[in-house]
């Protein structure tokens, strides 16, 4: 297995662990969130990486992304859900930054939050957090 999938793998692994709310990796957009929430893990891009010689190592900031889904009342409402789900995918964040040495570290950016409704289905409140995911390779392939 790549140091890429270890490392996307252990992350939705902290997380699904961490979390109350379900985490997937790569779903598509959903018609329904639970109550708790839905995290989906997209695999983001590894980007170019800043190499190194003698011996050759890569170093990439891969960016990948997580989508959060809270489910909103017709009426309004909500936010605090969010709110507290963003903490919490936060403070797991803060559990093992090096996905047990597997990365540099873990940088969450700051979420940017919205609401969305799709036809037929109830509203919902989403966030977006980017994660730089920092880890070295020697080989270009195993990235």
């Known amino acids: 297995m790549s140091r890429r999938e270890q490392i996307l793998a252990a992350l939705a692994a902290v997380l699904a662990g961490q979390l109350a709310a379900p985490v997937r990796r790569n779903e ?16 983001g891009e590894p980007g170019e990486p800043d190499i190194t010689l003698n011996p ?3 170093f990439y900031a891969h960016r990948v992304e997580l989508e959060i889904y809270v489910p909103r009342d017709p009426s309004g409402g909500g936010e605090a ?16 930054e090096t996905l047990g040495g597997l990365a540099e570290s873990l940088t969450p950016s700051a979420p ?3 609401a969305l409704a799709l036809e037929g289905a ?7 957090i980017i994660v730089t995911i920092e880890y070295l390779v020697s080989d270009p392939l195993t990235a």
Do not use: H, S, Y
């Open 112 to 114: 940017e939050t919205g």
């Open 81 to 96: 859900a969010l709110d507290q789900l963003l903490g919490a995918i936060g403070a797991a964040l803060r559990v093992d």
């Open 122 to 128: 109830p509203p919902m409140l989403t966030a977006r």
């Open 56 to 58: 050759r190592t890569e």
């Open 28 to 43: 598509v957009l959903p018609e329904k969130v639970p109550a708790a929430g839905l995290v989906i893990l997209r695999d």
